[in-house]
């Protein structure tokens, strides 16, 4: 089978390296990719959101099925045009990418069907929602209604910083037209929990929990970025928590985007609150989350392209999908400056870091000298799996601190909140 993966980011790096597992897969190529995705790809520079430059290189080059990865080109409608071709995908269509894309309509879907989650305002004026928040509940969220890369969510704890997240949103357009429109939430307090699940529209298979660390400093400081690390499973997801969220979250989720007319088909990402109240719903993304990838698809024993493609035909009920009973833990290398600005072209010394680790690349490329260097805010995620977490966050350390380029940061505390929660279980 060939396969084509739209994407070039860690995430991508992961489902790629997982994809290969399978003996049937003879190609599989990544638009765009990146340096390291070009030692398991074909990569062609077109880029994720140049949706007509897809489907054009798709007619000349027929592929037999896709997995369509990142936000924006779902959102876009990547996988209807690829649909109108007659290809296979993965990944919601452009009405089902909005449960992402739109976290008003998010919101107001969880509102009408009863899913738990925090309340809610939504202002489409500036001068509304300053007046809000000068009143408003604190702590305060303000998320900016779209696409932001990660970074459109500040969680405000004055009212100036309620009013200066609004202006950033709302007049000062620091997320373009994503902002134009923006949600002031309750603050949620609990510890969070990343849950990714497969699903046809009909059934739901959980992934194995994850616990993401957002914030780019240790002790979780600084401001939110991408990710800066992730490690799984993640020990506030017990079983209970798990059954709770099947009755209460994840079905009543997939319903109400059917009944919406909107069934929704892929992996559903949920970003949950464990709250003294059970659990509730922060935040969906439409995809597989980075980097909760590249913790959890290491951990999968079934194969990932029959899962994808019984996700695409409807068959998910009658296909296994199990995770082993180990842990995993991914440490994020990023460039000094992230998640603000950074330099790029910085050479990167792997060390023996290949030969410890996997290492996903996330923003890498090529020098016209053959060198590989940084070519984004976060460049590199060093994960590792072991029978336990204490041993899996060791070894992945151990293996990042054989990768050095100049200004690299990382956060050295990835997985100890998760270690103090197990070691205050015991």
């Known amino acids: 089978m060939k396969l084509l993966v739209v994407g070039g980011g860690g995430r991508e790096h992961a489902i790629i390296k997982k994809l290969k597992q399978n003996p049937d897969v003879t190609e599989i190529v990544a638009l765009p990719g990146n340096a390291g995705i070009a030692q398991d790809a074909k990569c062609v520079n077109i880029k994720a959101t140049d949706i007509e430059g897809i489907t054009q290189?798709?007619?000349?080059?027929?592929?037999?099925?896709?997995?369509?990865?990142p936000d924006d080109p779902l959102a876009l409608g990547c996988v209807d045009r690829l649909h109108e071709m007659d290809v296979k995908c993965f990944g919601p269509d452009a009405r089902a990418a909005r449960i992402e894309a739109s976290k008003v309509f998010a919101k107001n879907l969880m509102k009408k069907y009863?899913?738990?989650?925090?309340?809610?305002e939504v202002f489409k004026d500036a001068e509304a929602a300053l007046a809000y928040v000068k009143l408003c509940a604190l702590p305060v969220v303000i998320k900016a209604d779209g696409l932001a890369l990660g970074k459109g969510v500040t969680i405000c704890m004055t009212r100036e910083e309620a009013a200066a997240a609004v202006k950033a949103c709302m007049l000062d357009g620091a997320f373009g037209a994503s902002g134009s429109r923006i949600v002031a939430e309750e603050y949620l307090e609990g510890p969070e929990v990343s849950v990714l699940a497969f699903t046809d529209g009909k059934v739901v298979k959980p992934m194995v929990s994850s616990m993401d660390h957002k914030r780019v400093g240790d002790g979780d400081t600084g401001p939110n970025t991408g990710g800066m690390g992730t490690i799984a499973p993640n020990p506030c997801y017990t079983p209970e928590v798990a059954g709770r969220c099947m009755k209460e979250i994840f079905l009543p989720t997939i319903a109400a985007m059917n009944a919406e007319g909107c069934p929704f088909k892929g992996c559903l990402y949920f970003g949950l609150m464990v709250t003294k109240d059970g659990p509730k719903v922060i935040e969906y993304n439409c995809r597989f989350g980075d980097p909760e990838t590249q913790v959890v698809l290491p951990l999968l024993k079934?194969?990932?392209?029959?899962?994808m493609r019984a996700c695409e035909d409807g068959t998910l009920a009658?296909?296994?999908?199990?995770?082993?009973?180990?842990?995993a833990c991914c440490v994020m290398l990023a460039s000094g400056g992230y998640p603000g600005k950074y330099e790029k072209g910085k050479v990167i010394d792997l060390g023996d870091a290949p030969e410890m680790a996997e290492l996903y690349h996330s923003g890498t490329a090529l020098s016209d000298d053959g060198e590989l260097v940084t070519a984004g805010g976060r460049v590199l995620g060093v994960c590792c799996t072991a029978g336990d977490l204490e041993t899996a966050i060791d070894r992945a350390y151990r293996a990042a601190d054989q990768v050095k380029w100049d200004g690299m940061i990382c956060r050295r505390d990835i997985g100890a909140r998760a270690l103090g929660i197990l070691k205050g279980a015991k």
């Open 318 to 327: 009658d296909t296994p999908v199990e995770f082993s009973d180990g842990a």
């Open 114 to 120: 009863g899913i738990p989650t925090a309340a809610y």
């Open 302 to 307: 079934s194969d990932l392209l029959t899962i």
């Open 57 to 69: 290189y798709v007619k000349r080059n027929p592929v037999d099925f896709a997995v369509v990865a």
